[in-house]
Structures are given as structure tokens and as C-alpha cells.
């Protein structure tokens, strides 16, 4: 009985273990960009995840995979840009994929892709105006130092 029982459990996990297959997996077996990350969306993947993996994997398809999962996320726009930008991508080319997969320009921007603003509403950062002190001196600045024409 209980052999019986090891193997349904050991058929099970392996058979689990092959339904679910990765993002690599995916991309290795020739799947479109769109059917990776929809298939690792629907596997329980967070979109952001399924994006950096595929960037690993495959980053000469950058465009492709942000495209793809703004068309599966459309409401993670800036969390796919952010995610591609961390992975390497250049923030105005995540941008500009996030935007030819279906993103509303108004919710992507380059700015909070490079790093976290105080400018966009809800992110962290630095809000204009929070710094304290003010800037180093210019040297030179505010009048001649007797080198200009007006001088000699």
C-alpha cells in the first residue's frame, strides 16, 4: 500500500514539474514572445519576473518581451518598464516597447524607468525643493576676474 501511495505522489510531482515549464523552456522551444509570457502569467509568474527571466534568456528580443507583457498586463505598464530597466534595457526603448505593446503613454515614462522620482505621484524618491542648503559657490561668477576684454 504504502508503494503504492510513493509512487501516485512521485508520478504526480514529476508530472507537475513538467506541465509548468519556465520562461527559458519557453523561449528555448521556439514560443513567441506573446505565448511566453502569457504562459508564465497564467503559470502564476508575475509578470515582472517572467520579464526579467526572459531578458536573461534572450535580451536581443527586448522590444518583443516588453511589448508582450504590457499586451498581457496592460495595467503593470510602468512595473514592466521598471523591471526591463533594471534588467539592462535602455529606459526610452522600454518605454517606446511598452507603448507598441498597448501602454497608455501618460502611465510610462523614462523618468521613473531610471530610477525612482519625487515627480510621478506615488513613487519615492527626492521631492524638488526637500533638499537642504544651497549649492557650492561658482568661481568666477558674479564679475570679472581681470582677464575679460572689458578690464585690459
Known sequence: MKKAVWGVALSASLLS?????GVAEYIKAGYTMNQVIANAVAEGTAVEAAVTEALAVAPE????????AVAVRPSKAQEIVDAAVAAGMKPR???????AGGADPSTVSAATAAGRSGLAPGRS???????????????G????????????
Open 125 to 139: 524618491g527626492v521631492a524638488p525643493g526637500s533638499l537642504r542648503g544651497s549649492p557650492p559657490p561658482i568661481a
Open 141 to 152: 561668477a558674479g564679475g570679472c576676474d581681470g582677464k575679460c576684454p572689458s578690464k585690459n
Open 93 to 99: 526603448d522600454a518605454v517606446a516597447a511598452a507603448i
Open 17 to 21: 514539474g513538467i506541465a509548468t515549464a
Open 61 to 68: 528580443e527586448a522590444d518583443a518581451i516588453v511589448a508582450a
